[in-house]
């Protein structure tokens, strides 16, 4: 599996658990896990975007 094959799986990965965790925090009022789950579905868009822009250089 190429590189930014494997960057845009596992970048909508990361935004499908932070969007769980953000959902289970709202829910449970737990402001920090909410908090971690907006992290780490950020850091999933920015891995997914960089996994696109890998794919636009490789041709």
């Given at each position: 599996?190429?590189?930014?094959?494997k960057?845009?799986?596992?970048?909508?990965?990361?935004?499908a658990?932070g969007?769980v965790k953000?959902?289970?925090?709202?829910?449970?009022?737990?402001?920090?896990?909410?908090i971690e789950?907006?992290?780490e579905?950020?850091?999933?868009?920015?891995?997914?975007?960089?996994?696109?822009?890998?794919?636009?250089i490789?041709r």
């Open positions: 599996m190429k590189a930014s094959t960057d845009i799986a596992q970048g909508k990965m990361h935004q658990k969007k953000e959902v289970v925090g709202a829910a449970l009022n737990n402001r920090d896990l909410e789950g907006q992290d579905s950020l850091n999933g868009k920015i891995q997914e975007k960089i996994g696109h822009v890998e794919k636009i490789e």
